[in-house]
Nanobody, 117 residues
Framework: QVQLVESGGGSVQAGGSLRLSCAAPRSINSLRPMGWYRQAPGKQRELVATYTSGSTLSFSDSVKGRFTLSRDDAKNTVTLQMEDLKPEDTAVYYC???????????WGQGTQVTVSS
């Protein structure tokens, strides 16, 4: 059972900032945290930001210019810095990690982000 350790999240007012971090265990060969997805009530899970290959990043259009994603390979963590948060950013945010051999994806348990107007 792979457990991704997510931290951060919480409640803020619109315009505020939050930081989400995700740590992946090193017990699985090549397992690396890739990025974050989110799911709002009644909606499907959607991409927020992720590394695609190497250092290439992909962001949802709705967060471009407001969110940044960084990775610490030494700690095997990925961090999502969220600025200028909006009520529509309210969702449960999930970390996704991936191992290469075999190619397998893993999800965190989710952390709630609530932005009030």
């Amino acid at each position: 059972q792979v457990q991704l350790v997510e931290s951060g999240g919480g409640s803020v007012q619109a315009g505020g900032s939050l930081r989400l971090s995700c740590a992946a265990p090193r017990s699985i060969n090549s397992l690396r945290p890739m990025g974050w997805y989110r799911q709002a009530p009644g909606k499907q899970r959607e991409l927020v930001a992720t590394y695609t290959s190497g250092s290439t990043l992909s962001f949802s259009d709705s967060v471009k210019g407001r969110f940044t994603l960084s990775r610490d390979d030494a700690k095997n963590t990925v961090t999502l810095q969220m600025e200028d948060l909006k009520p529509e950013d309210t969702a449960v945010y999930y970390c996704k990690a991936q191992s290469l051999s075999p190619l397998t994806s893993y999800w965190g348990q989710g952390t709630q982000v609530t932005v009030s107007s």
